[in-house]
């Protein structure tokens, strides 16, 4: 069984940086997209990123791109997400996710969630 565990979330202020860390066990990590998605207070979970099984394909929502870096280490099963210039409005419970074997990292192709981590960005 795929376990997804995220860490690395809290409070910061706007303009810093978080670095949020998804410890994967199980499954066929090396073979898997992973991704980031998050869900804030009264609104959808939304796509944020996410990469291909070997690293070399990212995808990332508008509202992050050029703030926000995604990066896997196949060899630790761990995937990363690097936050720069955080703003208030990305306040949320961030969720790591992966895919099946060998599917593109597209928003609809992820299939399990971790539990999830709070970052909270003050103004």
């Known amino acids: 069984q795929v376990q997804l565990v995220e860490s690395g979330g809290g409070l910061v202020q706007a303009g810093g940086s978080l670095r949020l860390s998804c410890a994967a066990s199980?499954?066929?990590?090396?073979?898997?997209?992973m991704g980031w998605f998050r869900q804030a207070p009264g609104k959808e979970r939304e796509f944020v990123a996410g990469i291909s099984w070997g690293g070399s394909r990212t995808a990332y929502t508008d509202s992050v791109k050029g703030r926000f870096t995604i990066s896997r280490d196949n060899a630790k099963n761990t995937v990363y997400l690097q936050m720069n210039s955080l703003k208030p409005e990305d306040t949320a419970v961030y969720y790591c996710?992966?895919?099946?074997?060998?599917?593109?990292?597209?928003?609809?192709?992820?299939?399990?969630w971790g539990q999830g981590s709070q970052v909270t960005v003050s103004s």
């Open positions: 199980g499954g066929t990590f090396g073979s898997d997209s």
């Open positions: 996710a992966r895919t099946t074997p060998y599917q593109e990292p597209s928003e609809k192709a992820f299939v399990s």
